[in-house]
């Protein structure tokens, strides 16, 4: 995003929220009042919740913050505040049934289309380079990714169609399986993105060894060939805390997987389908992913390692915006904003390429990091404690990257997302790494012996 003058500003802007509540809409209309308002699982809001939510977030910071205008129904507040109740309570509250909800978020957006036409996008810090205007953008679409993990939650017949990835480019046999990343100072984070949000801020110098990173993400093949070890049956390849859990919970496969015959079938939106080999795996918690790595002779990356492999540029020195360069993501170089509906197969997207030649780092699934959710240093909460800062800690695991249900608006090289370890229902998977000097012939046994980790549901 490099838009200059206010009249960019404003296409700009219009035109990412314009795209935003297309999405909203078509997630929130290809279903009836009744799975609006039923809650599909624990984990999530009803949709109908989103809805409003989303609404509801756009009128405080567009309209009341930036705008200076009274509440339109101050009433609705305390229902919509996440942090007031969470996902599991939120089908008990009086919400706005799917109509008026529909009719306040119109109403919103008429009003906030308005105030876009007479903004000036200067002086104030939310008005500067349309900040506050990029931040409503990408909270609506991380809320219609929200709503796509629910919809691949839901029971019923399908309700989303779109058409799948391409099939994988030639040269993916000859592909290596890992890439060297030279060790040396990076710059992490950014200070200059416009509508970049506080934790992925500010920039900062990271000293990173040396180290091999996977070239793709890792696939259901591989990972089917860690569940035919008995790889869930191995305290060895398990952290404690992931053994524990996987003990507790009896899982056995990723999330959606059944075994049929001599191989694995899987549930994607409704539709029952053999686990296509090539496509990376997915619906794996960061205890499993850690388990996989482990058992691989490998780790995950830090996420200091993923974001230098994604934007150091080791020719000019820089880090760029993306692993490809500046440009903004196009459909020819990552696989993003719902175009489709699962992972493309590794190795696509050549255009979309690090300078190292590691692919599919944007889009597909997200990856999950071998790091804790942490500030950078020079952190400072903007525009409200509660976007990150109340978030950061050991009990959060940080994910990179976007999954194929993140819109470009809402990715970039430094964009951070963060859940708990135990969280499957998300578009993630991962893929590995390990240090540059030769690793130990057989990497030691883990002891299994901790209590249990909580679990509990972000409160987003
Ligand atoms: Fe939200």
Redesign the pocket.
């Known amino acids: 995003m490099t838009p200059t003058g206010t009249e960019a500003l404003r296409d700009l802007v219009a035109s990412n929220l314009a795209t935003a509540r297309e999405r909203t809409e078509l997630l929130t209309g290809c279903v009836d009042d009744g799975d609006l308002v039923r809650q599909h699982s624990p984990l999530m809001s009803p949709l109908v919740w989103d809805l409003a939510?989303?609404a509801n977030?756009e009128e405080l910071w567009l309209l009341r913050e930036v705008g200076g205008r009274e509440p339109m129904r101050p009433e609705i507040d305390p229902l919509y505040d996440?942090f007031e109740h969470p996902r599991a309570e939120r089908p008990t509250l009086p919400l706005l049934p799917p109509g008026e909800a529909r009719a306040y978020a119109h109403e919103v957006r008429g009003r906030v289309l308005d105030l876009v036409e007479a903004a000036t996008f200067t002086g104030a810090r939310l008005l500067s380079g349309a900040f506050a205007f990029g931040m409503i953008a990408q909270?609506e679409q991380?809320?219609d990714e929200t709503m796509l993990i629910t919809h691949q939650l839901r029971k019923g017949a399908p309700a989303l169609t779109a058409p799948p990835p391409a099939a994988p480019p030639a040269d993916v046999p000859s592909l290596p399986r890992e890439v060297l990343i030279p060790g040396g100072p990076f710059t992490m984070g950014t200070s200059a993105e416009p509508w970049a949000l506080d934790n992925e801020r500010p920039a900062h110098a990271v000293t990173v060894p040396a180290f091999y990173l996977d070239t793709t993400p890792v696939t259901n093949a591989a990972f089917a060939e860690f569940l035919a070890d008995g790889g869930y049956d191995d305290p060895r390849w398990w952290s404690p805390a992931g053994w524990a859990h996987r003990q507790r919970t009896g899982q056995t496969a990723p999330l959606y997987w059944r075994r049929e015959g001599s191989g694995w079938v899987r549930t994607r939106f409704g539709v029952r389908e053999p686990v296509p080999p090539a496509e990376p795996v997915m619906h794996v918690s960061w205890y499993e992913a850690d388990a996989y790595a482990a058992w691989a002779g490998r780790r995950l990356p830090t996420e200091a390692e993923w974001e230098k492999a994604a934007r150091h540029d080791p020719v000019t020195g820089r880090s760029r915006r993306f692993p490809w360069g500046d440009e903004d993501p196009t459909p020819d170089r990552a696989n993003l904003g719902q175009c489709h509906l699962q992972p493309a197969p590794a190795g696509s997207y050549p255009r979309g390429a690090s300078p190292a030649g590691v692919r599919q780092m944007i889009g597909d699934v997200w990856e999950w990091t071998a790091s804790d959710f942490l500030p950078y240093p020079g952190f400072s909460a903007w525009p409200y404690r509660e976007y990150s800062e109340v978030f950061f800690g050991s009990e959060y695991k940080t994910l990179r990257g976007g999954s194929f249900g993140v819109a470009p608006v809402a990715c970039r090289g430094t964009f951070r997302n963060w859940d708990y370890p135990i969280r499957r229902q998300i578009f993630a998977g991962f893929r590995t790494a390990r240090d540059a000097e030769p690793p130990a012939p057989h990497p030691p046994p883990r002891p299994s012996q901790l209590p249990p980790a909580p679990g509990a549901g972000v409160s987003?």
């Open positions: 939510h989303v977030q996440a909270h991380q809320h987003r």
